[in-house]
């Protein structure tokens, strides 16, 4: 059995679609390249090859559908139990099964995030592939320099393929499409982890220090991407010596060390973008003529029905989960609950779910975390510069998707017209950069690794970093007259020695959740654990109490630590791939 050459192919883009159209004529007048398409000639030249790389690196925030975004809003984050889907039940309706775990190979939004992972994945290797046709005056350090960044970035989208599918098919830029290729050859049943680490290591030994041009990947960000690849394969000492290179010399693409940005919020300011925490991040820019330049993902995560008050104003997705914000409660010294104290009733944050806006409500005056309110819009705190959060108004069904809106990746009202875009349907379009891998998700990684060699102290030291960056008062949110504190914030130190492995690997993971939530990491890192069946069903017990019509009924079962191959794909290539388990 033999297919097209076109399958796996992807939405051709125009640096991928190598086309050339012949006419049959002997006058050479009469050859005309058809409008929108590029000879492979055109492409082979160093300014046709870097054109064609910038294609590879522009499919990383996944234009087409959102699903195949760096940020794993859907992928890691609401199926971490860090946010529902939020808004109306009847919106994007095809994000319910997800957040419920009753996935479905037939399902568009499962088919886009595999179809825009193999399009970053066909981009890269059509760089690849142009290489070896690479003119005569194309120098050999350009050619490599080419190369590792190509390899780099399908070694980025053959992981997210990996995490989230398991084995898909291996396609590299050998594979001549030319030619009508055997089925046989891309099936997927070979293991994509020693395919990843050997492009990660080519990146690694071939990528410079800096970069000329910001964006681009340098030696630092592939030792961090390919420790955190180790780090899932549980080859934790393999990651650690990676991860000890980073924290000790590593830099950012434009040169600056790489260490902890000393006010949390800063790291998700459009102003202060390309930081000495961002060791990996998607470049976003608004006001650019096509708004897919800025962060067309998150066009629907924001407040909604805020008007001139508030950002976005449309359209109430990704809203935080109760239990993330118990999460963050503390005890008296600051440090967080364990073993699910923080859903017991005397722990749960209070909030206005039920009541409107007009209602009077009483904030909580427990002990919380600070980074609660740079993660979580919740009634009655300030809301970023913009005005208090008013709770029921700014929420599109509250009986849904609960009482908070998402308050990462929210553009300022200052930034209105120069971080924001207003030149689309809504202006939900803004630039700050999707921080990939940044320097806390690596501190953390290394504690873990810390752990498991022995070194409790060491991750001691690398945990206290990062809760010793959140506890930085003069970044706290205060109330707009400047009367205080806007919650009773009290965060502490782990002061006492780590002796014993189970309670350190829980302050590890504790610290990756409240540090990392919504970023897109926390369903991946609980599988990872192998804990995901225990942690998600505990999360659906305590949410479907409150939003029953969203999660009433639902549960996660071990099949669904990966979706299913997509239905259609396995249809286009003849029922050679294999289905994942219990679909």
């Not at 049943?189 to 220090?209: C, G, R, S, T, V």
């Not at 780090?231 to 393999?238: F, L, S, V």
């Not at 504190?485 to 492995?501: C, M």
Request: proline share 5%.
């Amino acid at each position: 059995m033999t297919m097209k050459k076109n399958i796996l192919k992807g939405a051709a883009g125009l640096f991928v679609a190598l086309t050339v159209l012949v006419i049959g004529c002997k006058d050479e007048f009469l050859e005309i390249a058809p409008t929108g398409t590029l000879a492979r000639a055109q492409l082979t030249s160093a300014k046709g090859l870097n054109a064609a790389l910038i294609a590879a690196y522009s499919q990383v925030n996944g234009r087409g559908g959102r699903m195949s975004s760096p940020s794993n809003w859907v992928w890691g984050s609401i199926r971490g139990g860090e946010h529902n889907k939020g808004t109306d039940p009847g919106d994007f309706s095809d994000i319910n099964p997800i957040q419920r775990y009753e996935y479905l190979p037939t399902q568009g939004v499962i088919n886009g995030a595999y179809s825009g992972w193999y399009e970053g994945v066909a981009r890269c290797n059509n760089v690849l592939a142009l290489l070896s046709d690479a003119d005569a005056d194309v120098s050999e350090e350009t050619k490599t320099a080419i190369e590792a960044q190509a390899k780099f970035l399908r070694g980025h989208y053959y992981f997210e393929l990996k995490k989230n599918f398991g084995n898909t098919p291996y396609i590299d830029e050998t594979i001549d499409y030319s030619t009508e290729v055997k089925v046989s050859e891309v099936g997927n049943d070979k293991d994509l982890y020693p395919f990843i680490e050997a492009d990660l290591q080519f990146a690694m030994a071939n990528l410079p220090e800096t970069q000329g041009q910001v964006g681009r990947v340098n030696k630092t960000a592939a030792k961090a991407l390919l420790g955190k690849v180790y780090i899932y394969q549980n080859k934790h000492a393999q990651a650690l010596t990676l991860f000890n290179e980073v924290i000790s010399s590593g830099q950012t693409s434009n040169g600056k060390a790489v260490g902890l940005v000393p006010s949390f919020p800063d790291i998700f300011k459009a102003s202060n973008d390309n930081h000495e925490e961002s060791i990996w991040a998607y470049q976003s820019a608004a006001n650019t003529g096509s708004v897919n330049n800025a962060n067309p993902e998150f066009d629907l995560n924001w407040p909604y029905n805020t008007g001139a008050d508030g950002p976005g104003n449309c359209c109430g997705f990704f809203a935080p989960t109760f239990e993330l914000a118990n999460h963050y409660r503390t005890n008296a010294s600051g440090l967080p609950l364990f073993d699910r104290a923080f859903n017991l009733p005397a722990n749960e944050v209070v909030t206005d779910q039920d009541l409107q806006s007009s209602e009077p409500f009483t904030e909580d005056a427990g002990n919380l975390d600070p980074r609660i309110d740079f993660t979580i819009g919740r009634r009655g705190i300030p809301y970023l510069d913009w005005k208090e959060h008013p709770g029921f108004d700014w929420i599109r069904n509250q009986a849904n998707a609960g009482p908070y809106s998402p308050k990462k990746y929210v553009y300022y009202k200052t930034d209105v017209g120069s971080f924001q875009d207003n030149s689309s349907w809504t202006p939900g379009y803004a630039a700050m950069n999707v921080n990939i891998i940044r320097f806390a998700d690596v501190l953390l990684m290394a504690a873990e690794c810390e752990i498991e060699v022995g070194s409790m102290e060491k991750a001691r030291e690398y945990v206290n970093m990062v809760r010793e960056r959140a506890a930085n008062q003069a970044s706290w949110v205060r109330e707009y007259d400047d009367s205080g504190f806007a919650a009773n914030y009290v965060i502490g130190t782990y002061d006492t020695p780590w002796t014993d492995k189970t309670t350190a690997q829980k302050a590890v993971r504790m610290e990756r959740k409240l540090e990392l939530a919504g970023e897109g990491q926390r369903f991946y890192d609980l599988v990872r654990w192998g804990i995901a069946a225990e942690d998600l069903n505990a999360y659906i017990a305590y949410e479907s109490k409150i939003l029953i019509n969203a999660m009433g009924g639902a549960s996660f079962d071990p099949k669904d630590v990966l979706l299913p191959i997509p239905q259609n794909q396995i249809d286009l290539m003849g029922d050679v791939l294999t289905q994942n388990p219990g679909y």
